[in-house]
């Protein structure tokens, strides 16, 4: 960590430190979730390790003329988002076996989700304002339906999807630096428009064998975003309608899940289509592999392991079996 970042974790740690026991107070008090941006090649959490940022095997390669990114950086994950579709392309964080102990037990209380609050990200509103194009707010999340939606149910109501989930946010650092990490988590660069059962429990299931497996092999890197290809001659729907900004609604999302197994890097990916009628014990029929992802998003992922055809044409087995290993 260079002297800048660790000048400014300091400043927001004793900041947040006199109001540790009340963590939604600063949600409240505050317009915007500040994040850092790059520095240098180092694009990485600013709170991750060398040796956590190197398990990704370079930052996810994303290159495309017709959209207008910018890469924003929080204490636990990084996002590289799309501020003309207002999704982020991109996702990546962390998850350690210590992490998933810590948030199994920050359960109540000041962990309860219900005292943070999702919000724009500065840099993302400094970002858009430079180029007069609208970003998120939260007021753009209601009544986000589209009118062939309609009529909205439980299940197929949109709301704010986390990519880097509260819940395995939560679970970084002391207690502190983990509710600075679950307020960076509601950072509307962090958020694609998700139908409430896609959301949960069957998206909540992924996150969740993301953190068994961290149990299990100690870290895991994740990549996580959404995907727009909808079928031949079908529309992009875009939530809402009249005034508001208007969200493009993802047709699939994705997960890339790489570890370090007996010495040797290994991946496995999902590709999910977004609907609300899936079951989470039915997950393992939407594992792919990664080159999958990589064919119908444009990212290039592990891009310093080079072509990578082995690692990426098929789902590593070892880690396929650790998922099944209940």
């Known amino acids: 960590m260079n002297s800048k970042t660790q000048h400014f974790r300091i400043?927001?740690?004793t900041a947040l430190l006199g109001i540790a026991a009340f963590p939604w107070?600063?949600?409240?008090?505050?317009t915007y979730v500040h994040s850092e941006l790059p520095d240098g090649a180092d694009w990485g959490g600013t709170s991750w390790t060398a040796s956590q940022e190197h398990l990704f095997a370079g930052e996810p390669a994303f290159q495309d003329p017709g959209t207008t990114t910018i890469l924003v950086r929080y204490s636990y994950y990084v996002s590289q988002y799309d501020t003309v579709r207002l999704n982020p392309v991109w996702v990546a964080h962390i998850d350690?076996?210590?992490?998933?102990?810590?948030?199994?037990?920050?359960?109540d209380g000041v962990w309860d989700r219900k005292h943070y609050h999702f919000r724009?990200?500065?840099?993302?509103?400094?970002?858009?304002?430079?180029?007069k194009i609208p970003w998120v707010k939260d007021t753009d999340y209601t009544n986000a339906n589209p009118s062939e939606l309609k009529p909205v149910t439980s299940a197929n109501r949109i709301s704010r999807g986390h990519l880097a989930s509260n819940q395995e946010m939560k679970g970084h650092g002391d207690e502190t630096e983990g509710q600075l990490s679950q307020t960076e988590s509601f950072s509307f660069a962090n958020v694609a428009?998700?139908?409430?059962?896609?959301n949960a429990p069957f998206w909540l299931a992924i996150e969740e064998d993301c953190l068994r497996l961290a149990e299990t092999v100690g870290t895991?890197?994740?990549?996580?975003?959404p995907v727009f290809?909808?079928?031949?001659?079908?529309?992009?729907?875009?939530?809402?309608?009249?005034?508001?900004?208007?969200?493009?609604i993802p047709t699939h999302f994705f997960k890339v899940i790489i570890a370090r197994v007996d010495g040797r890097t290994t991946a496995i990916a999902f590709l999910v289509p977004h609907r609300a009628d899936l079951k989470a014990e039915a997950r393992s029929n939407y594992l792919v592999p990664v080159r999958a992802v990589e064919d119908v998003t444009g990212i290039n992922f592990m891009p310093e392991l080079g072509s990578n055809d082995a690692l990426e044409k098929v789902p590593q087995q070892e880690l396929v079996e650790l998922l099944h290993d209940d």
Do not use: C, H, Y
């Open 120 to 131: 724009p990200d500065a840099n993302v509103v400094t970002f858009s304002m430079a180029r």
């Open 25 to 30: 107070l600063q949600a409240k008090s505050s």
């Open 229 to 248: 290809k909808p079928e031949k001659g079908e529309p992009l729907l875009q939530t809402g309608s009249g005034t508001k900004v208007r969200i493009p």
């Open 11 to 13: 400043l927001a740690l």
């Open 96 to 107: 350690t076996a210590d992490s998933a102990a810590a948030t199994a037990t920050r359960t």
């Open 220 to 225: 895991v890197a994740v990549i996580s975003g």
């Open 193 to 198: 428009p998700q139908m409430q059962a896609f």
